[in-house]
């Protein structure tokens, strides 16, 4: 089982759902027209690419790699953490120069692959959403 807070956003109050056991934590949090999505035992790593010493923080739904200062690098592979049940919709975009970015996802991974290089020591914030 999974922990699932679920908080429906109003003007003033919100209003709440929980469902409790002790594994996973997840937080929906809708307030105004924002969603925040928390899963904090879902962290995803950097297999391959991205430059020299890149990073990765964030949950296998939404996360931001920055890239590597050493060398130079127009690809990064990010294993999931926890595989999806079908590969996910992923969604790129590049903190830095403006580069066309192509994913490609399985259930397991998400390559990320750009025009050019990234921009040593850039960001990349990546959101991924399954589907069923």
């Not at 899963?39 to 739904?61: A, K, M, Q, R």
């Not at 200062?69 to 830095?96: E, K, L």
Request: net charge neutral; with cysteine; proline share 3%.
């Amino acid at each position: 089982g999974r922990d699932i807070s679920i908080v429906l956003g109003g003007s003033t109050t919100p209003a709440n759902l929980n469902v409790s056991s002790t594994a996973l934590f997840y937080k929906f949090v809708g307030l105004g027209r924002h969603i925040h999505v928390v899963d904090s035992g879902n962290v995803p790593s950097i297999t391959s690419g991205g430059g020299t010493t890149p990073s990765i923080v964030g949950t296998d739904n939404a996360f931001r790699i920055t890239v590597g200062t050493g060398g130079s690098a127009s690809t990064v592979t990010v294993t999931f953490a926890t595989a999806w049940a079908n590969a996910p919709m992923v969604v790129a975009s590049h903190q830095g120069a403006v580069l066309a970015l192509k994913c490609a996802a399985t259930t397991t991974t998400v390559q990320i692959d750009a025009s050019t290089a990234f921009t040593a020591g850039g960001a990349i914030d990546v959101f991924c959403i399954g589907r069923e």
